[in-house]
């Protein structure tokens, strides 16, 4: 078996192993000369065939209030006849050690299944929170603003990327936009795809929110579902319904995601009697690629230290133990020592962790791979809950 980057002239044939494996035209494929945020790895036979691939697309997310590099995993595969042969595994073990040395500090994706993106060092990550609203049931505080249909002509990019601006700064995992995460704007045609975005507006002409639909018929009835909802604040959030409210007389429920903090559920006036609902929604899973840097850039309760030994078995660089120094909030030194840690982490455990979806006691109640050597250690300064949610699929 021969694992390396795929090269341009070879598209053809991630394509159509993409085509294959996921049993769709060989255009959808994810290998594209004019996407340059994207790289392919692949398994080939001693006879040259492609049997497996997986691609990389590099984008920035926020963590702890810094932009870091991130890889969206995707279009893992393999063609039948090679499958269980470990072609996968073998571009796993090659890419991620690869990144690491590119300056990669993350990578996630949206699994098929969470027991096998573990043998690589993921974790179940970002939860999401999917709310239906009885429409007849809606009531809203007076609005004074106004929202407008974006359409190919009239885009409303600007007042989308202000909304964007504000939201990508409150959670983390969540991908920051550049330009180049903005073409879905020139392909606006809701008359022919009757997919609709509206964009918000405050009553001095602030871009508060927008949300893009379409109408779905659904067992439950003739429904608003969402592929896009964001918000700047609770104004912007009442916008939005303010938008389904309007389409109440020919729609049930308006169906869309929440990021899963506590709190946001209170912004339903009322949730009793079938008014709303809510459910737990997975999405993806993440992994940290370089365990220093990640260390180096967390976000932290007040001051301490912490001796952390991380287990990976892909990653030589990250595997070991790392005395963590840290003084009001922000890392003062990581280094690797020989001293004996406070706490032995797998680093699925530690990717999960350290971005944020619960405290270290929680953790050691129901997530395995967690070791705890030194219950004085200010562990709970390093591993606690952080709002995250992330909405870019790739």
Same mark, same amino acid.
């Given at each position: 078996?021969?694992?390396?980057?795929?090269?341009?002239?070879?598209?053809?044939?991630?394509?159509?192993?993409?085509?294959?494996?996921?049993?769709? *035209?060989?255009?959808?494929?994810?290998?594209?000369?004019?996407?340059?945020?994207?790289? =392919?790895?692949?398994?080939? #036979?001693?006879?040259?065939?492609?049997?497996?691939?997986?691609?990389?697309?590099?984008?920035?997310?926020?963590?702890?209030?810094?932009?870091?590099?991130? @890889?969206?995993?995707?279009?893992?595969?393999? /063609?039948?006849?090679?499958?269980?042969?470990?072609?996968?595994? *073998?571009?796993?073990?090659? @890419?991620?050690?690869?990144? &690491?040395?590119?300056?990669?500090?993350?990578?996630?994706?949206?699994?098929?299944?969470?027991?096998?993106? &573990?043998?690589?060092?993921?974790? #179940?990550?970002?939860?999401?929170? !999917?709310?239906?609203?009885?429409?007849?049931?809606?009531?809203?505080?007076?609005?004074?603003?106004?929202?407008?249909?974006?359409?190919?002509?009239?885009?409303?990019?600007? *007042?989308?990327?202000?909304?964007?601006?504000?939201?990508?700064?409150?959670?983390?995992?969540?991908?920051? &936009?550049?330009?180049?995460?903005?073409?879905?704007?020139?392909?606006?045609?809701?008359?022919?795809?009757?997919?609709?975005?509206?964009?918000?507006?405050?009553?001095?002409?602030?871009?508060?929110?927008?949300?893009?639909?379409?109408?779905?018929?659904?067992?439950?009835?003739?429904?608003?579902?969402?592929?896009?909802?964001?918000?700047?604040?609770?104004?912007?959030?009442?916008? /939005?319904?303010?938008?389904?409210? #309007?389409?109440?007389? $020919? =729609?049930?429920?308006?169906?869309?995601?929440?990021?899963? $903090?506590?709190?946001?559920?209170? /912004?339903?006036?009322?949730?009793?009697?079938?008014?709303?609902?809510?459910?737990?929604?997975?999405?993806?899973?993440?992994?940290?690629?370089?365990?220093?840097?990640?260390?180096?850039?967390?976000?932290?309760?007040?001051?301490?230290?912490?001796?952390? =030994?991380?287990?990976?078995?892909?990653? @030589?660089?990250?595997?070991?133990?790392?005395?963590?120094?840290?003084?009001?909030?922000?890392?003062?030194?990581?280094?690797?020592?020989?001293?004996?840690?406070?706490?032995? /982490?797998?680093?699925?455990?530690?990717?999960?962790?350290?971005?944020?979806?619960?405290?270290?006691?929680? !953790?050691?109640?129901?997530?395995?791979?967690?070791?705890?050597?030194?219950?004085?250690?200010?562990?709970?300064?390093?591993?606690? &809950?952080?709002?995250?949610?992330?909405?870019?699929?790739?």
């Amino acid at each position: 078996m021969i694992v390396r980057k795929t090269l341009p002239e070879e598209n053809e044939a991630v394509n159509a192993l993409f085509s294959v494996a996921f049993q769709t *035209a060989p255009e959808n494929g994810p290998a594209d000369a004019e996407n340059t945020r994207i790289v =392919h790895w692949g398994a080939f #036979s001693d006879e040259g065939e492609l049997m497996s691939s997986l691609s990389l697309s590099s984008y920035r997310i926020r963590f702890d209030a810094q932009a870091c590099p991130m @890889a969206g995993v995707g279009a893992v595969q393999t /063609l039948p006849p090679f499958r269980r042969r470990g072609g996968v595994a *073998a571009c796993f073990a090659r @890419a991620l050690p690869a990144l &690491r040395d590119e300056g990669v500090l993350f990578a996630y994706l949206y699994p098929f299944s969470t027991a096998f993106y &573990r043998r690589f060092g993921f974790e #179940s990550c970002v939860t999401r929170i !999917a709310c239906t609203l009885d429409l007849a049931q809606l009531r809203l505080p007076p609005q004074e603003g106004s929202f407008r249909l974006a359409v190919k002509e009239r885009p409303l990019a600007e *007042a989308i990327r202000a909304v964007d601006r504000v939201w990508e700064q409150r959670w983390n995992m969540e991908v920051l &936009r550049g330009e180049e995460d903005y073409g879905w704007l020139a392909k606006l045609d809701p008359y022919a795809k009757q997919e609709y975005l509206y964009v918000c507006f405050d009553a001095a002409g602030r871009a508060i929110a927008y949300t893009a639909f379409r109408t779905a018929m659904e067992p439950d009835g003739r429904n608003l579902v969402c592929s896009r909802f964001r918000f700047a604040d609770r104004e912007g959030f009442y916008a /939005l319904l303010g938008v389904f409210k #309007s389409l109440a007389a $020919d =729609h049930r429920f308006a169906k869309f995601s929440l990021p899963s $903090d506590p709190a946001l559920p209170y /912004l339903m006036g009322e949730w009793s009697l079938g008014a709303a609902g809510f459910a737990l929604q997975p999405a993806g899973m993440v992994r940290v690629i370089n365990v220093k840097e990640v260390l180096s850039r967390a976000a932290y309760r007040g001051s301490g230290e912490v001796k952390l =030994h991380i287990r990976d078995a892909l990653i @030589a660089d990250n595997d070991g133990v790392f005395s963590l120094r840290f003084a009001d909030g922000r890392a003062v030194s990581v280094e690797r020592t020989e001293e004996k840690p406070d706490a032995a /982490l797998d680093i699925t455990a530690f990717s999960a962790l350290i971005a944020g979806v619960c405290d270290l006691e929680g !953790a050691r109640d129901w997530m395995s791979g967690i070791e705890l050597m030194n219950p004085a250690a200010p562990l709970e300064r390093v591993f606690y &809950r952080k709002s995250m949610t992330i909405t870019e699929f790739f």
